[in-house]
């Protein structure tokens, strides 16, 4: 490989390898994804702080928080003060909306990227949405064609992609038509969700291979990786490979689903971030500040996190 000078730590870079993009989009869930699951009440302030660092390490894409009903992610239940004392950060700010109700709410402050989330299997629709796959989809129809004529950008989450803790391996062509149903209800982009952590690169694979031979360009897929058995970079790298060039993932690698059993913490974004600076790939991010943030938010949680990179580099500094 050739190099390409070094990055901020000193590593050496390298001009990404064939096959590989320049540059990838790293879309941060940690604010939503990651505290939504915390046990502890964190407050609003903690959060909007929290919100602030990531903005400051160059992350472009920070997803804030979830216009659901209270009951039902307690955590969340602060949106209508968090998203005001952050809206006027210098990014983008995107939340999850399940219904028209949660939309009314976000449109109310002001919100120009919303998402909302579907499930590939029935069992995960019941256990998030209280609804059927088709159900669901029929609410989330008035909801993107609501916020698309009002050019607010939808993301289209899709769960249990790969395996469901109750339904065991899902499969593919199940998990090809709620993505195309999210995208020909006008859904932007689509974020492909290992909610358990089970995929594994083949899987991976095997379902992007799927999704292109049924028409769906790999520019509007994203994936949303959770590390459970450890396999969350070698799948990210394979989506890549692919041509994927969204990327979710968690500052700290905070995370896990309140409805899903066995969800554990989604893939951490220095772990990411630590690969793609390795491989010569920008995303725009300063490794350092980005480690210091969750070192911050994990003394907030009273425990230390768990992406390696974080525990490498924290400890460096001491
Ligand atoms: C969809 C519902 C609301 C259905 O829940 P429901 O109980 O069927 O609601 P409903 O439509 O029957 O309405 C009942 C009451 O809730 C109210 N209500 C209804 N909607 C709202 C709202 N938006 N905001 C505030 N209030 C709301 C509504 O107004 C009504 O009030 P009442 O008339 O009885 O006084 C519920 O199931 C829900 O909120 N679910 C959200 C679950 C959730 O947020 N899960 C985590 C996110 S998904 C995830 O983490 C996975 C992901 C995206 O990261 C990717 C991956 O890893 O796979």
Same mark, same amino acid.
């Given at each position: ?30 604010a939503r994804d990651g505290l939504q699951n915390e046990k502890a009440t964190v407050p609003t302030e903690v959060k909007a702080?929290f919100i ?11 997803e804030a928080t979830s216009f659901v009903h209270p009951k039902w992610v307690p955590q969340l239940a602060d949106a209508e003060q968090l998203y005001p004392a952050v ?8 939340v999850l909306v399940p219904n028209?109700r949660g939309l009314d709410r976000a449109?109310a402050l002001?919100a ?5 989330f ?10 998030n949405l209280n ?5 669901? !989809? ?118 896990g689903c309140p409805y ?11 772990? !990411? ?13 300063? !490794? ?31």
């Open positions: 490989m050739t190099t390409a000078g070094t990055s901020s730590l000193g590593l050496p870079m390298t001009v990404p390898a064939e096959g590989l993009p320049e540059r990838v989009r790293i879309y941060e869930v940690g702080e602030r660092r990531l903005a400051r390490t160059g992350l472009e894409i920070i809206a006027d950060l210098p990014v983008e700010l995107p028209e449109l002001g120009r990227r919303v998402a909302v579907a499930s590939a299997t029935e069992s995960f629709a019941k256990a609804r059927t796959v088709d159900e669901a !989809l029929a609410m989330f129809e008035p909801v993107v064609a609501r916020a698309k004529a009002q050019q607010v950008g939808v993301r289209g989450y899709l769960s249990m992609c790969f395996g469901d803790p109750w339904e065991g391996p899902v499969p593919i062509p199940q998990v090809v038509k709620v993505c195309r149903a999210l995208l020909d209800m006008g859904c932007d982009e689509l974020s492909l969700g290992d909610t358990i952590g089970v995929a594994t690169p083949g899987h991976v694979k095997a379902l992007l291979t799927a999704l292109r031979e049924a028409g769906v360009p790999v520019s509007v897929i994203g994936v949303h990786f959770h590390d459970t058995y450890g396999q969350a970079l070698s799948n990210t790298l394979t989506a890549l490979q692919q041509g994927v060039t969204t990327v979710d993932s968690s500052a700290g690698g905070l995370g899903a059993k066995s969800a554990t913490g989604n893939l951490a974004t220095e772990d !990411l971030v630590w690969m793609l600076q390795g491989l010569g790939i920008r995303t725009g991010v300063d !490794l350092g500040r980005l480690v210091a943030t969750s070192v911050w938010m994990a003394a907030h949680l009273g425990r230390p996190s768990p992406s390696r990179t974080v525990r490498a580099l924290s400890h460096q500094e001491q």
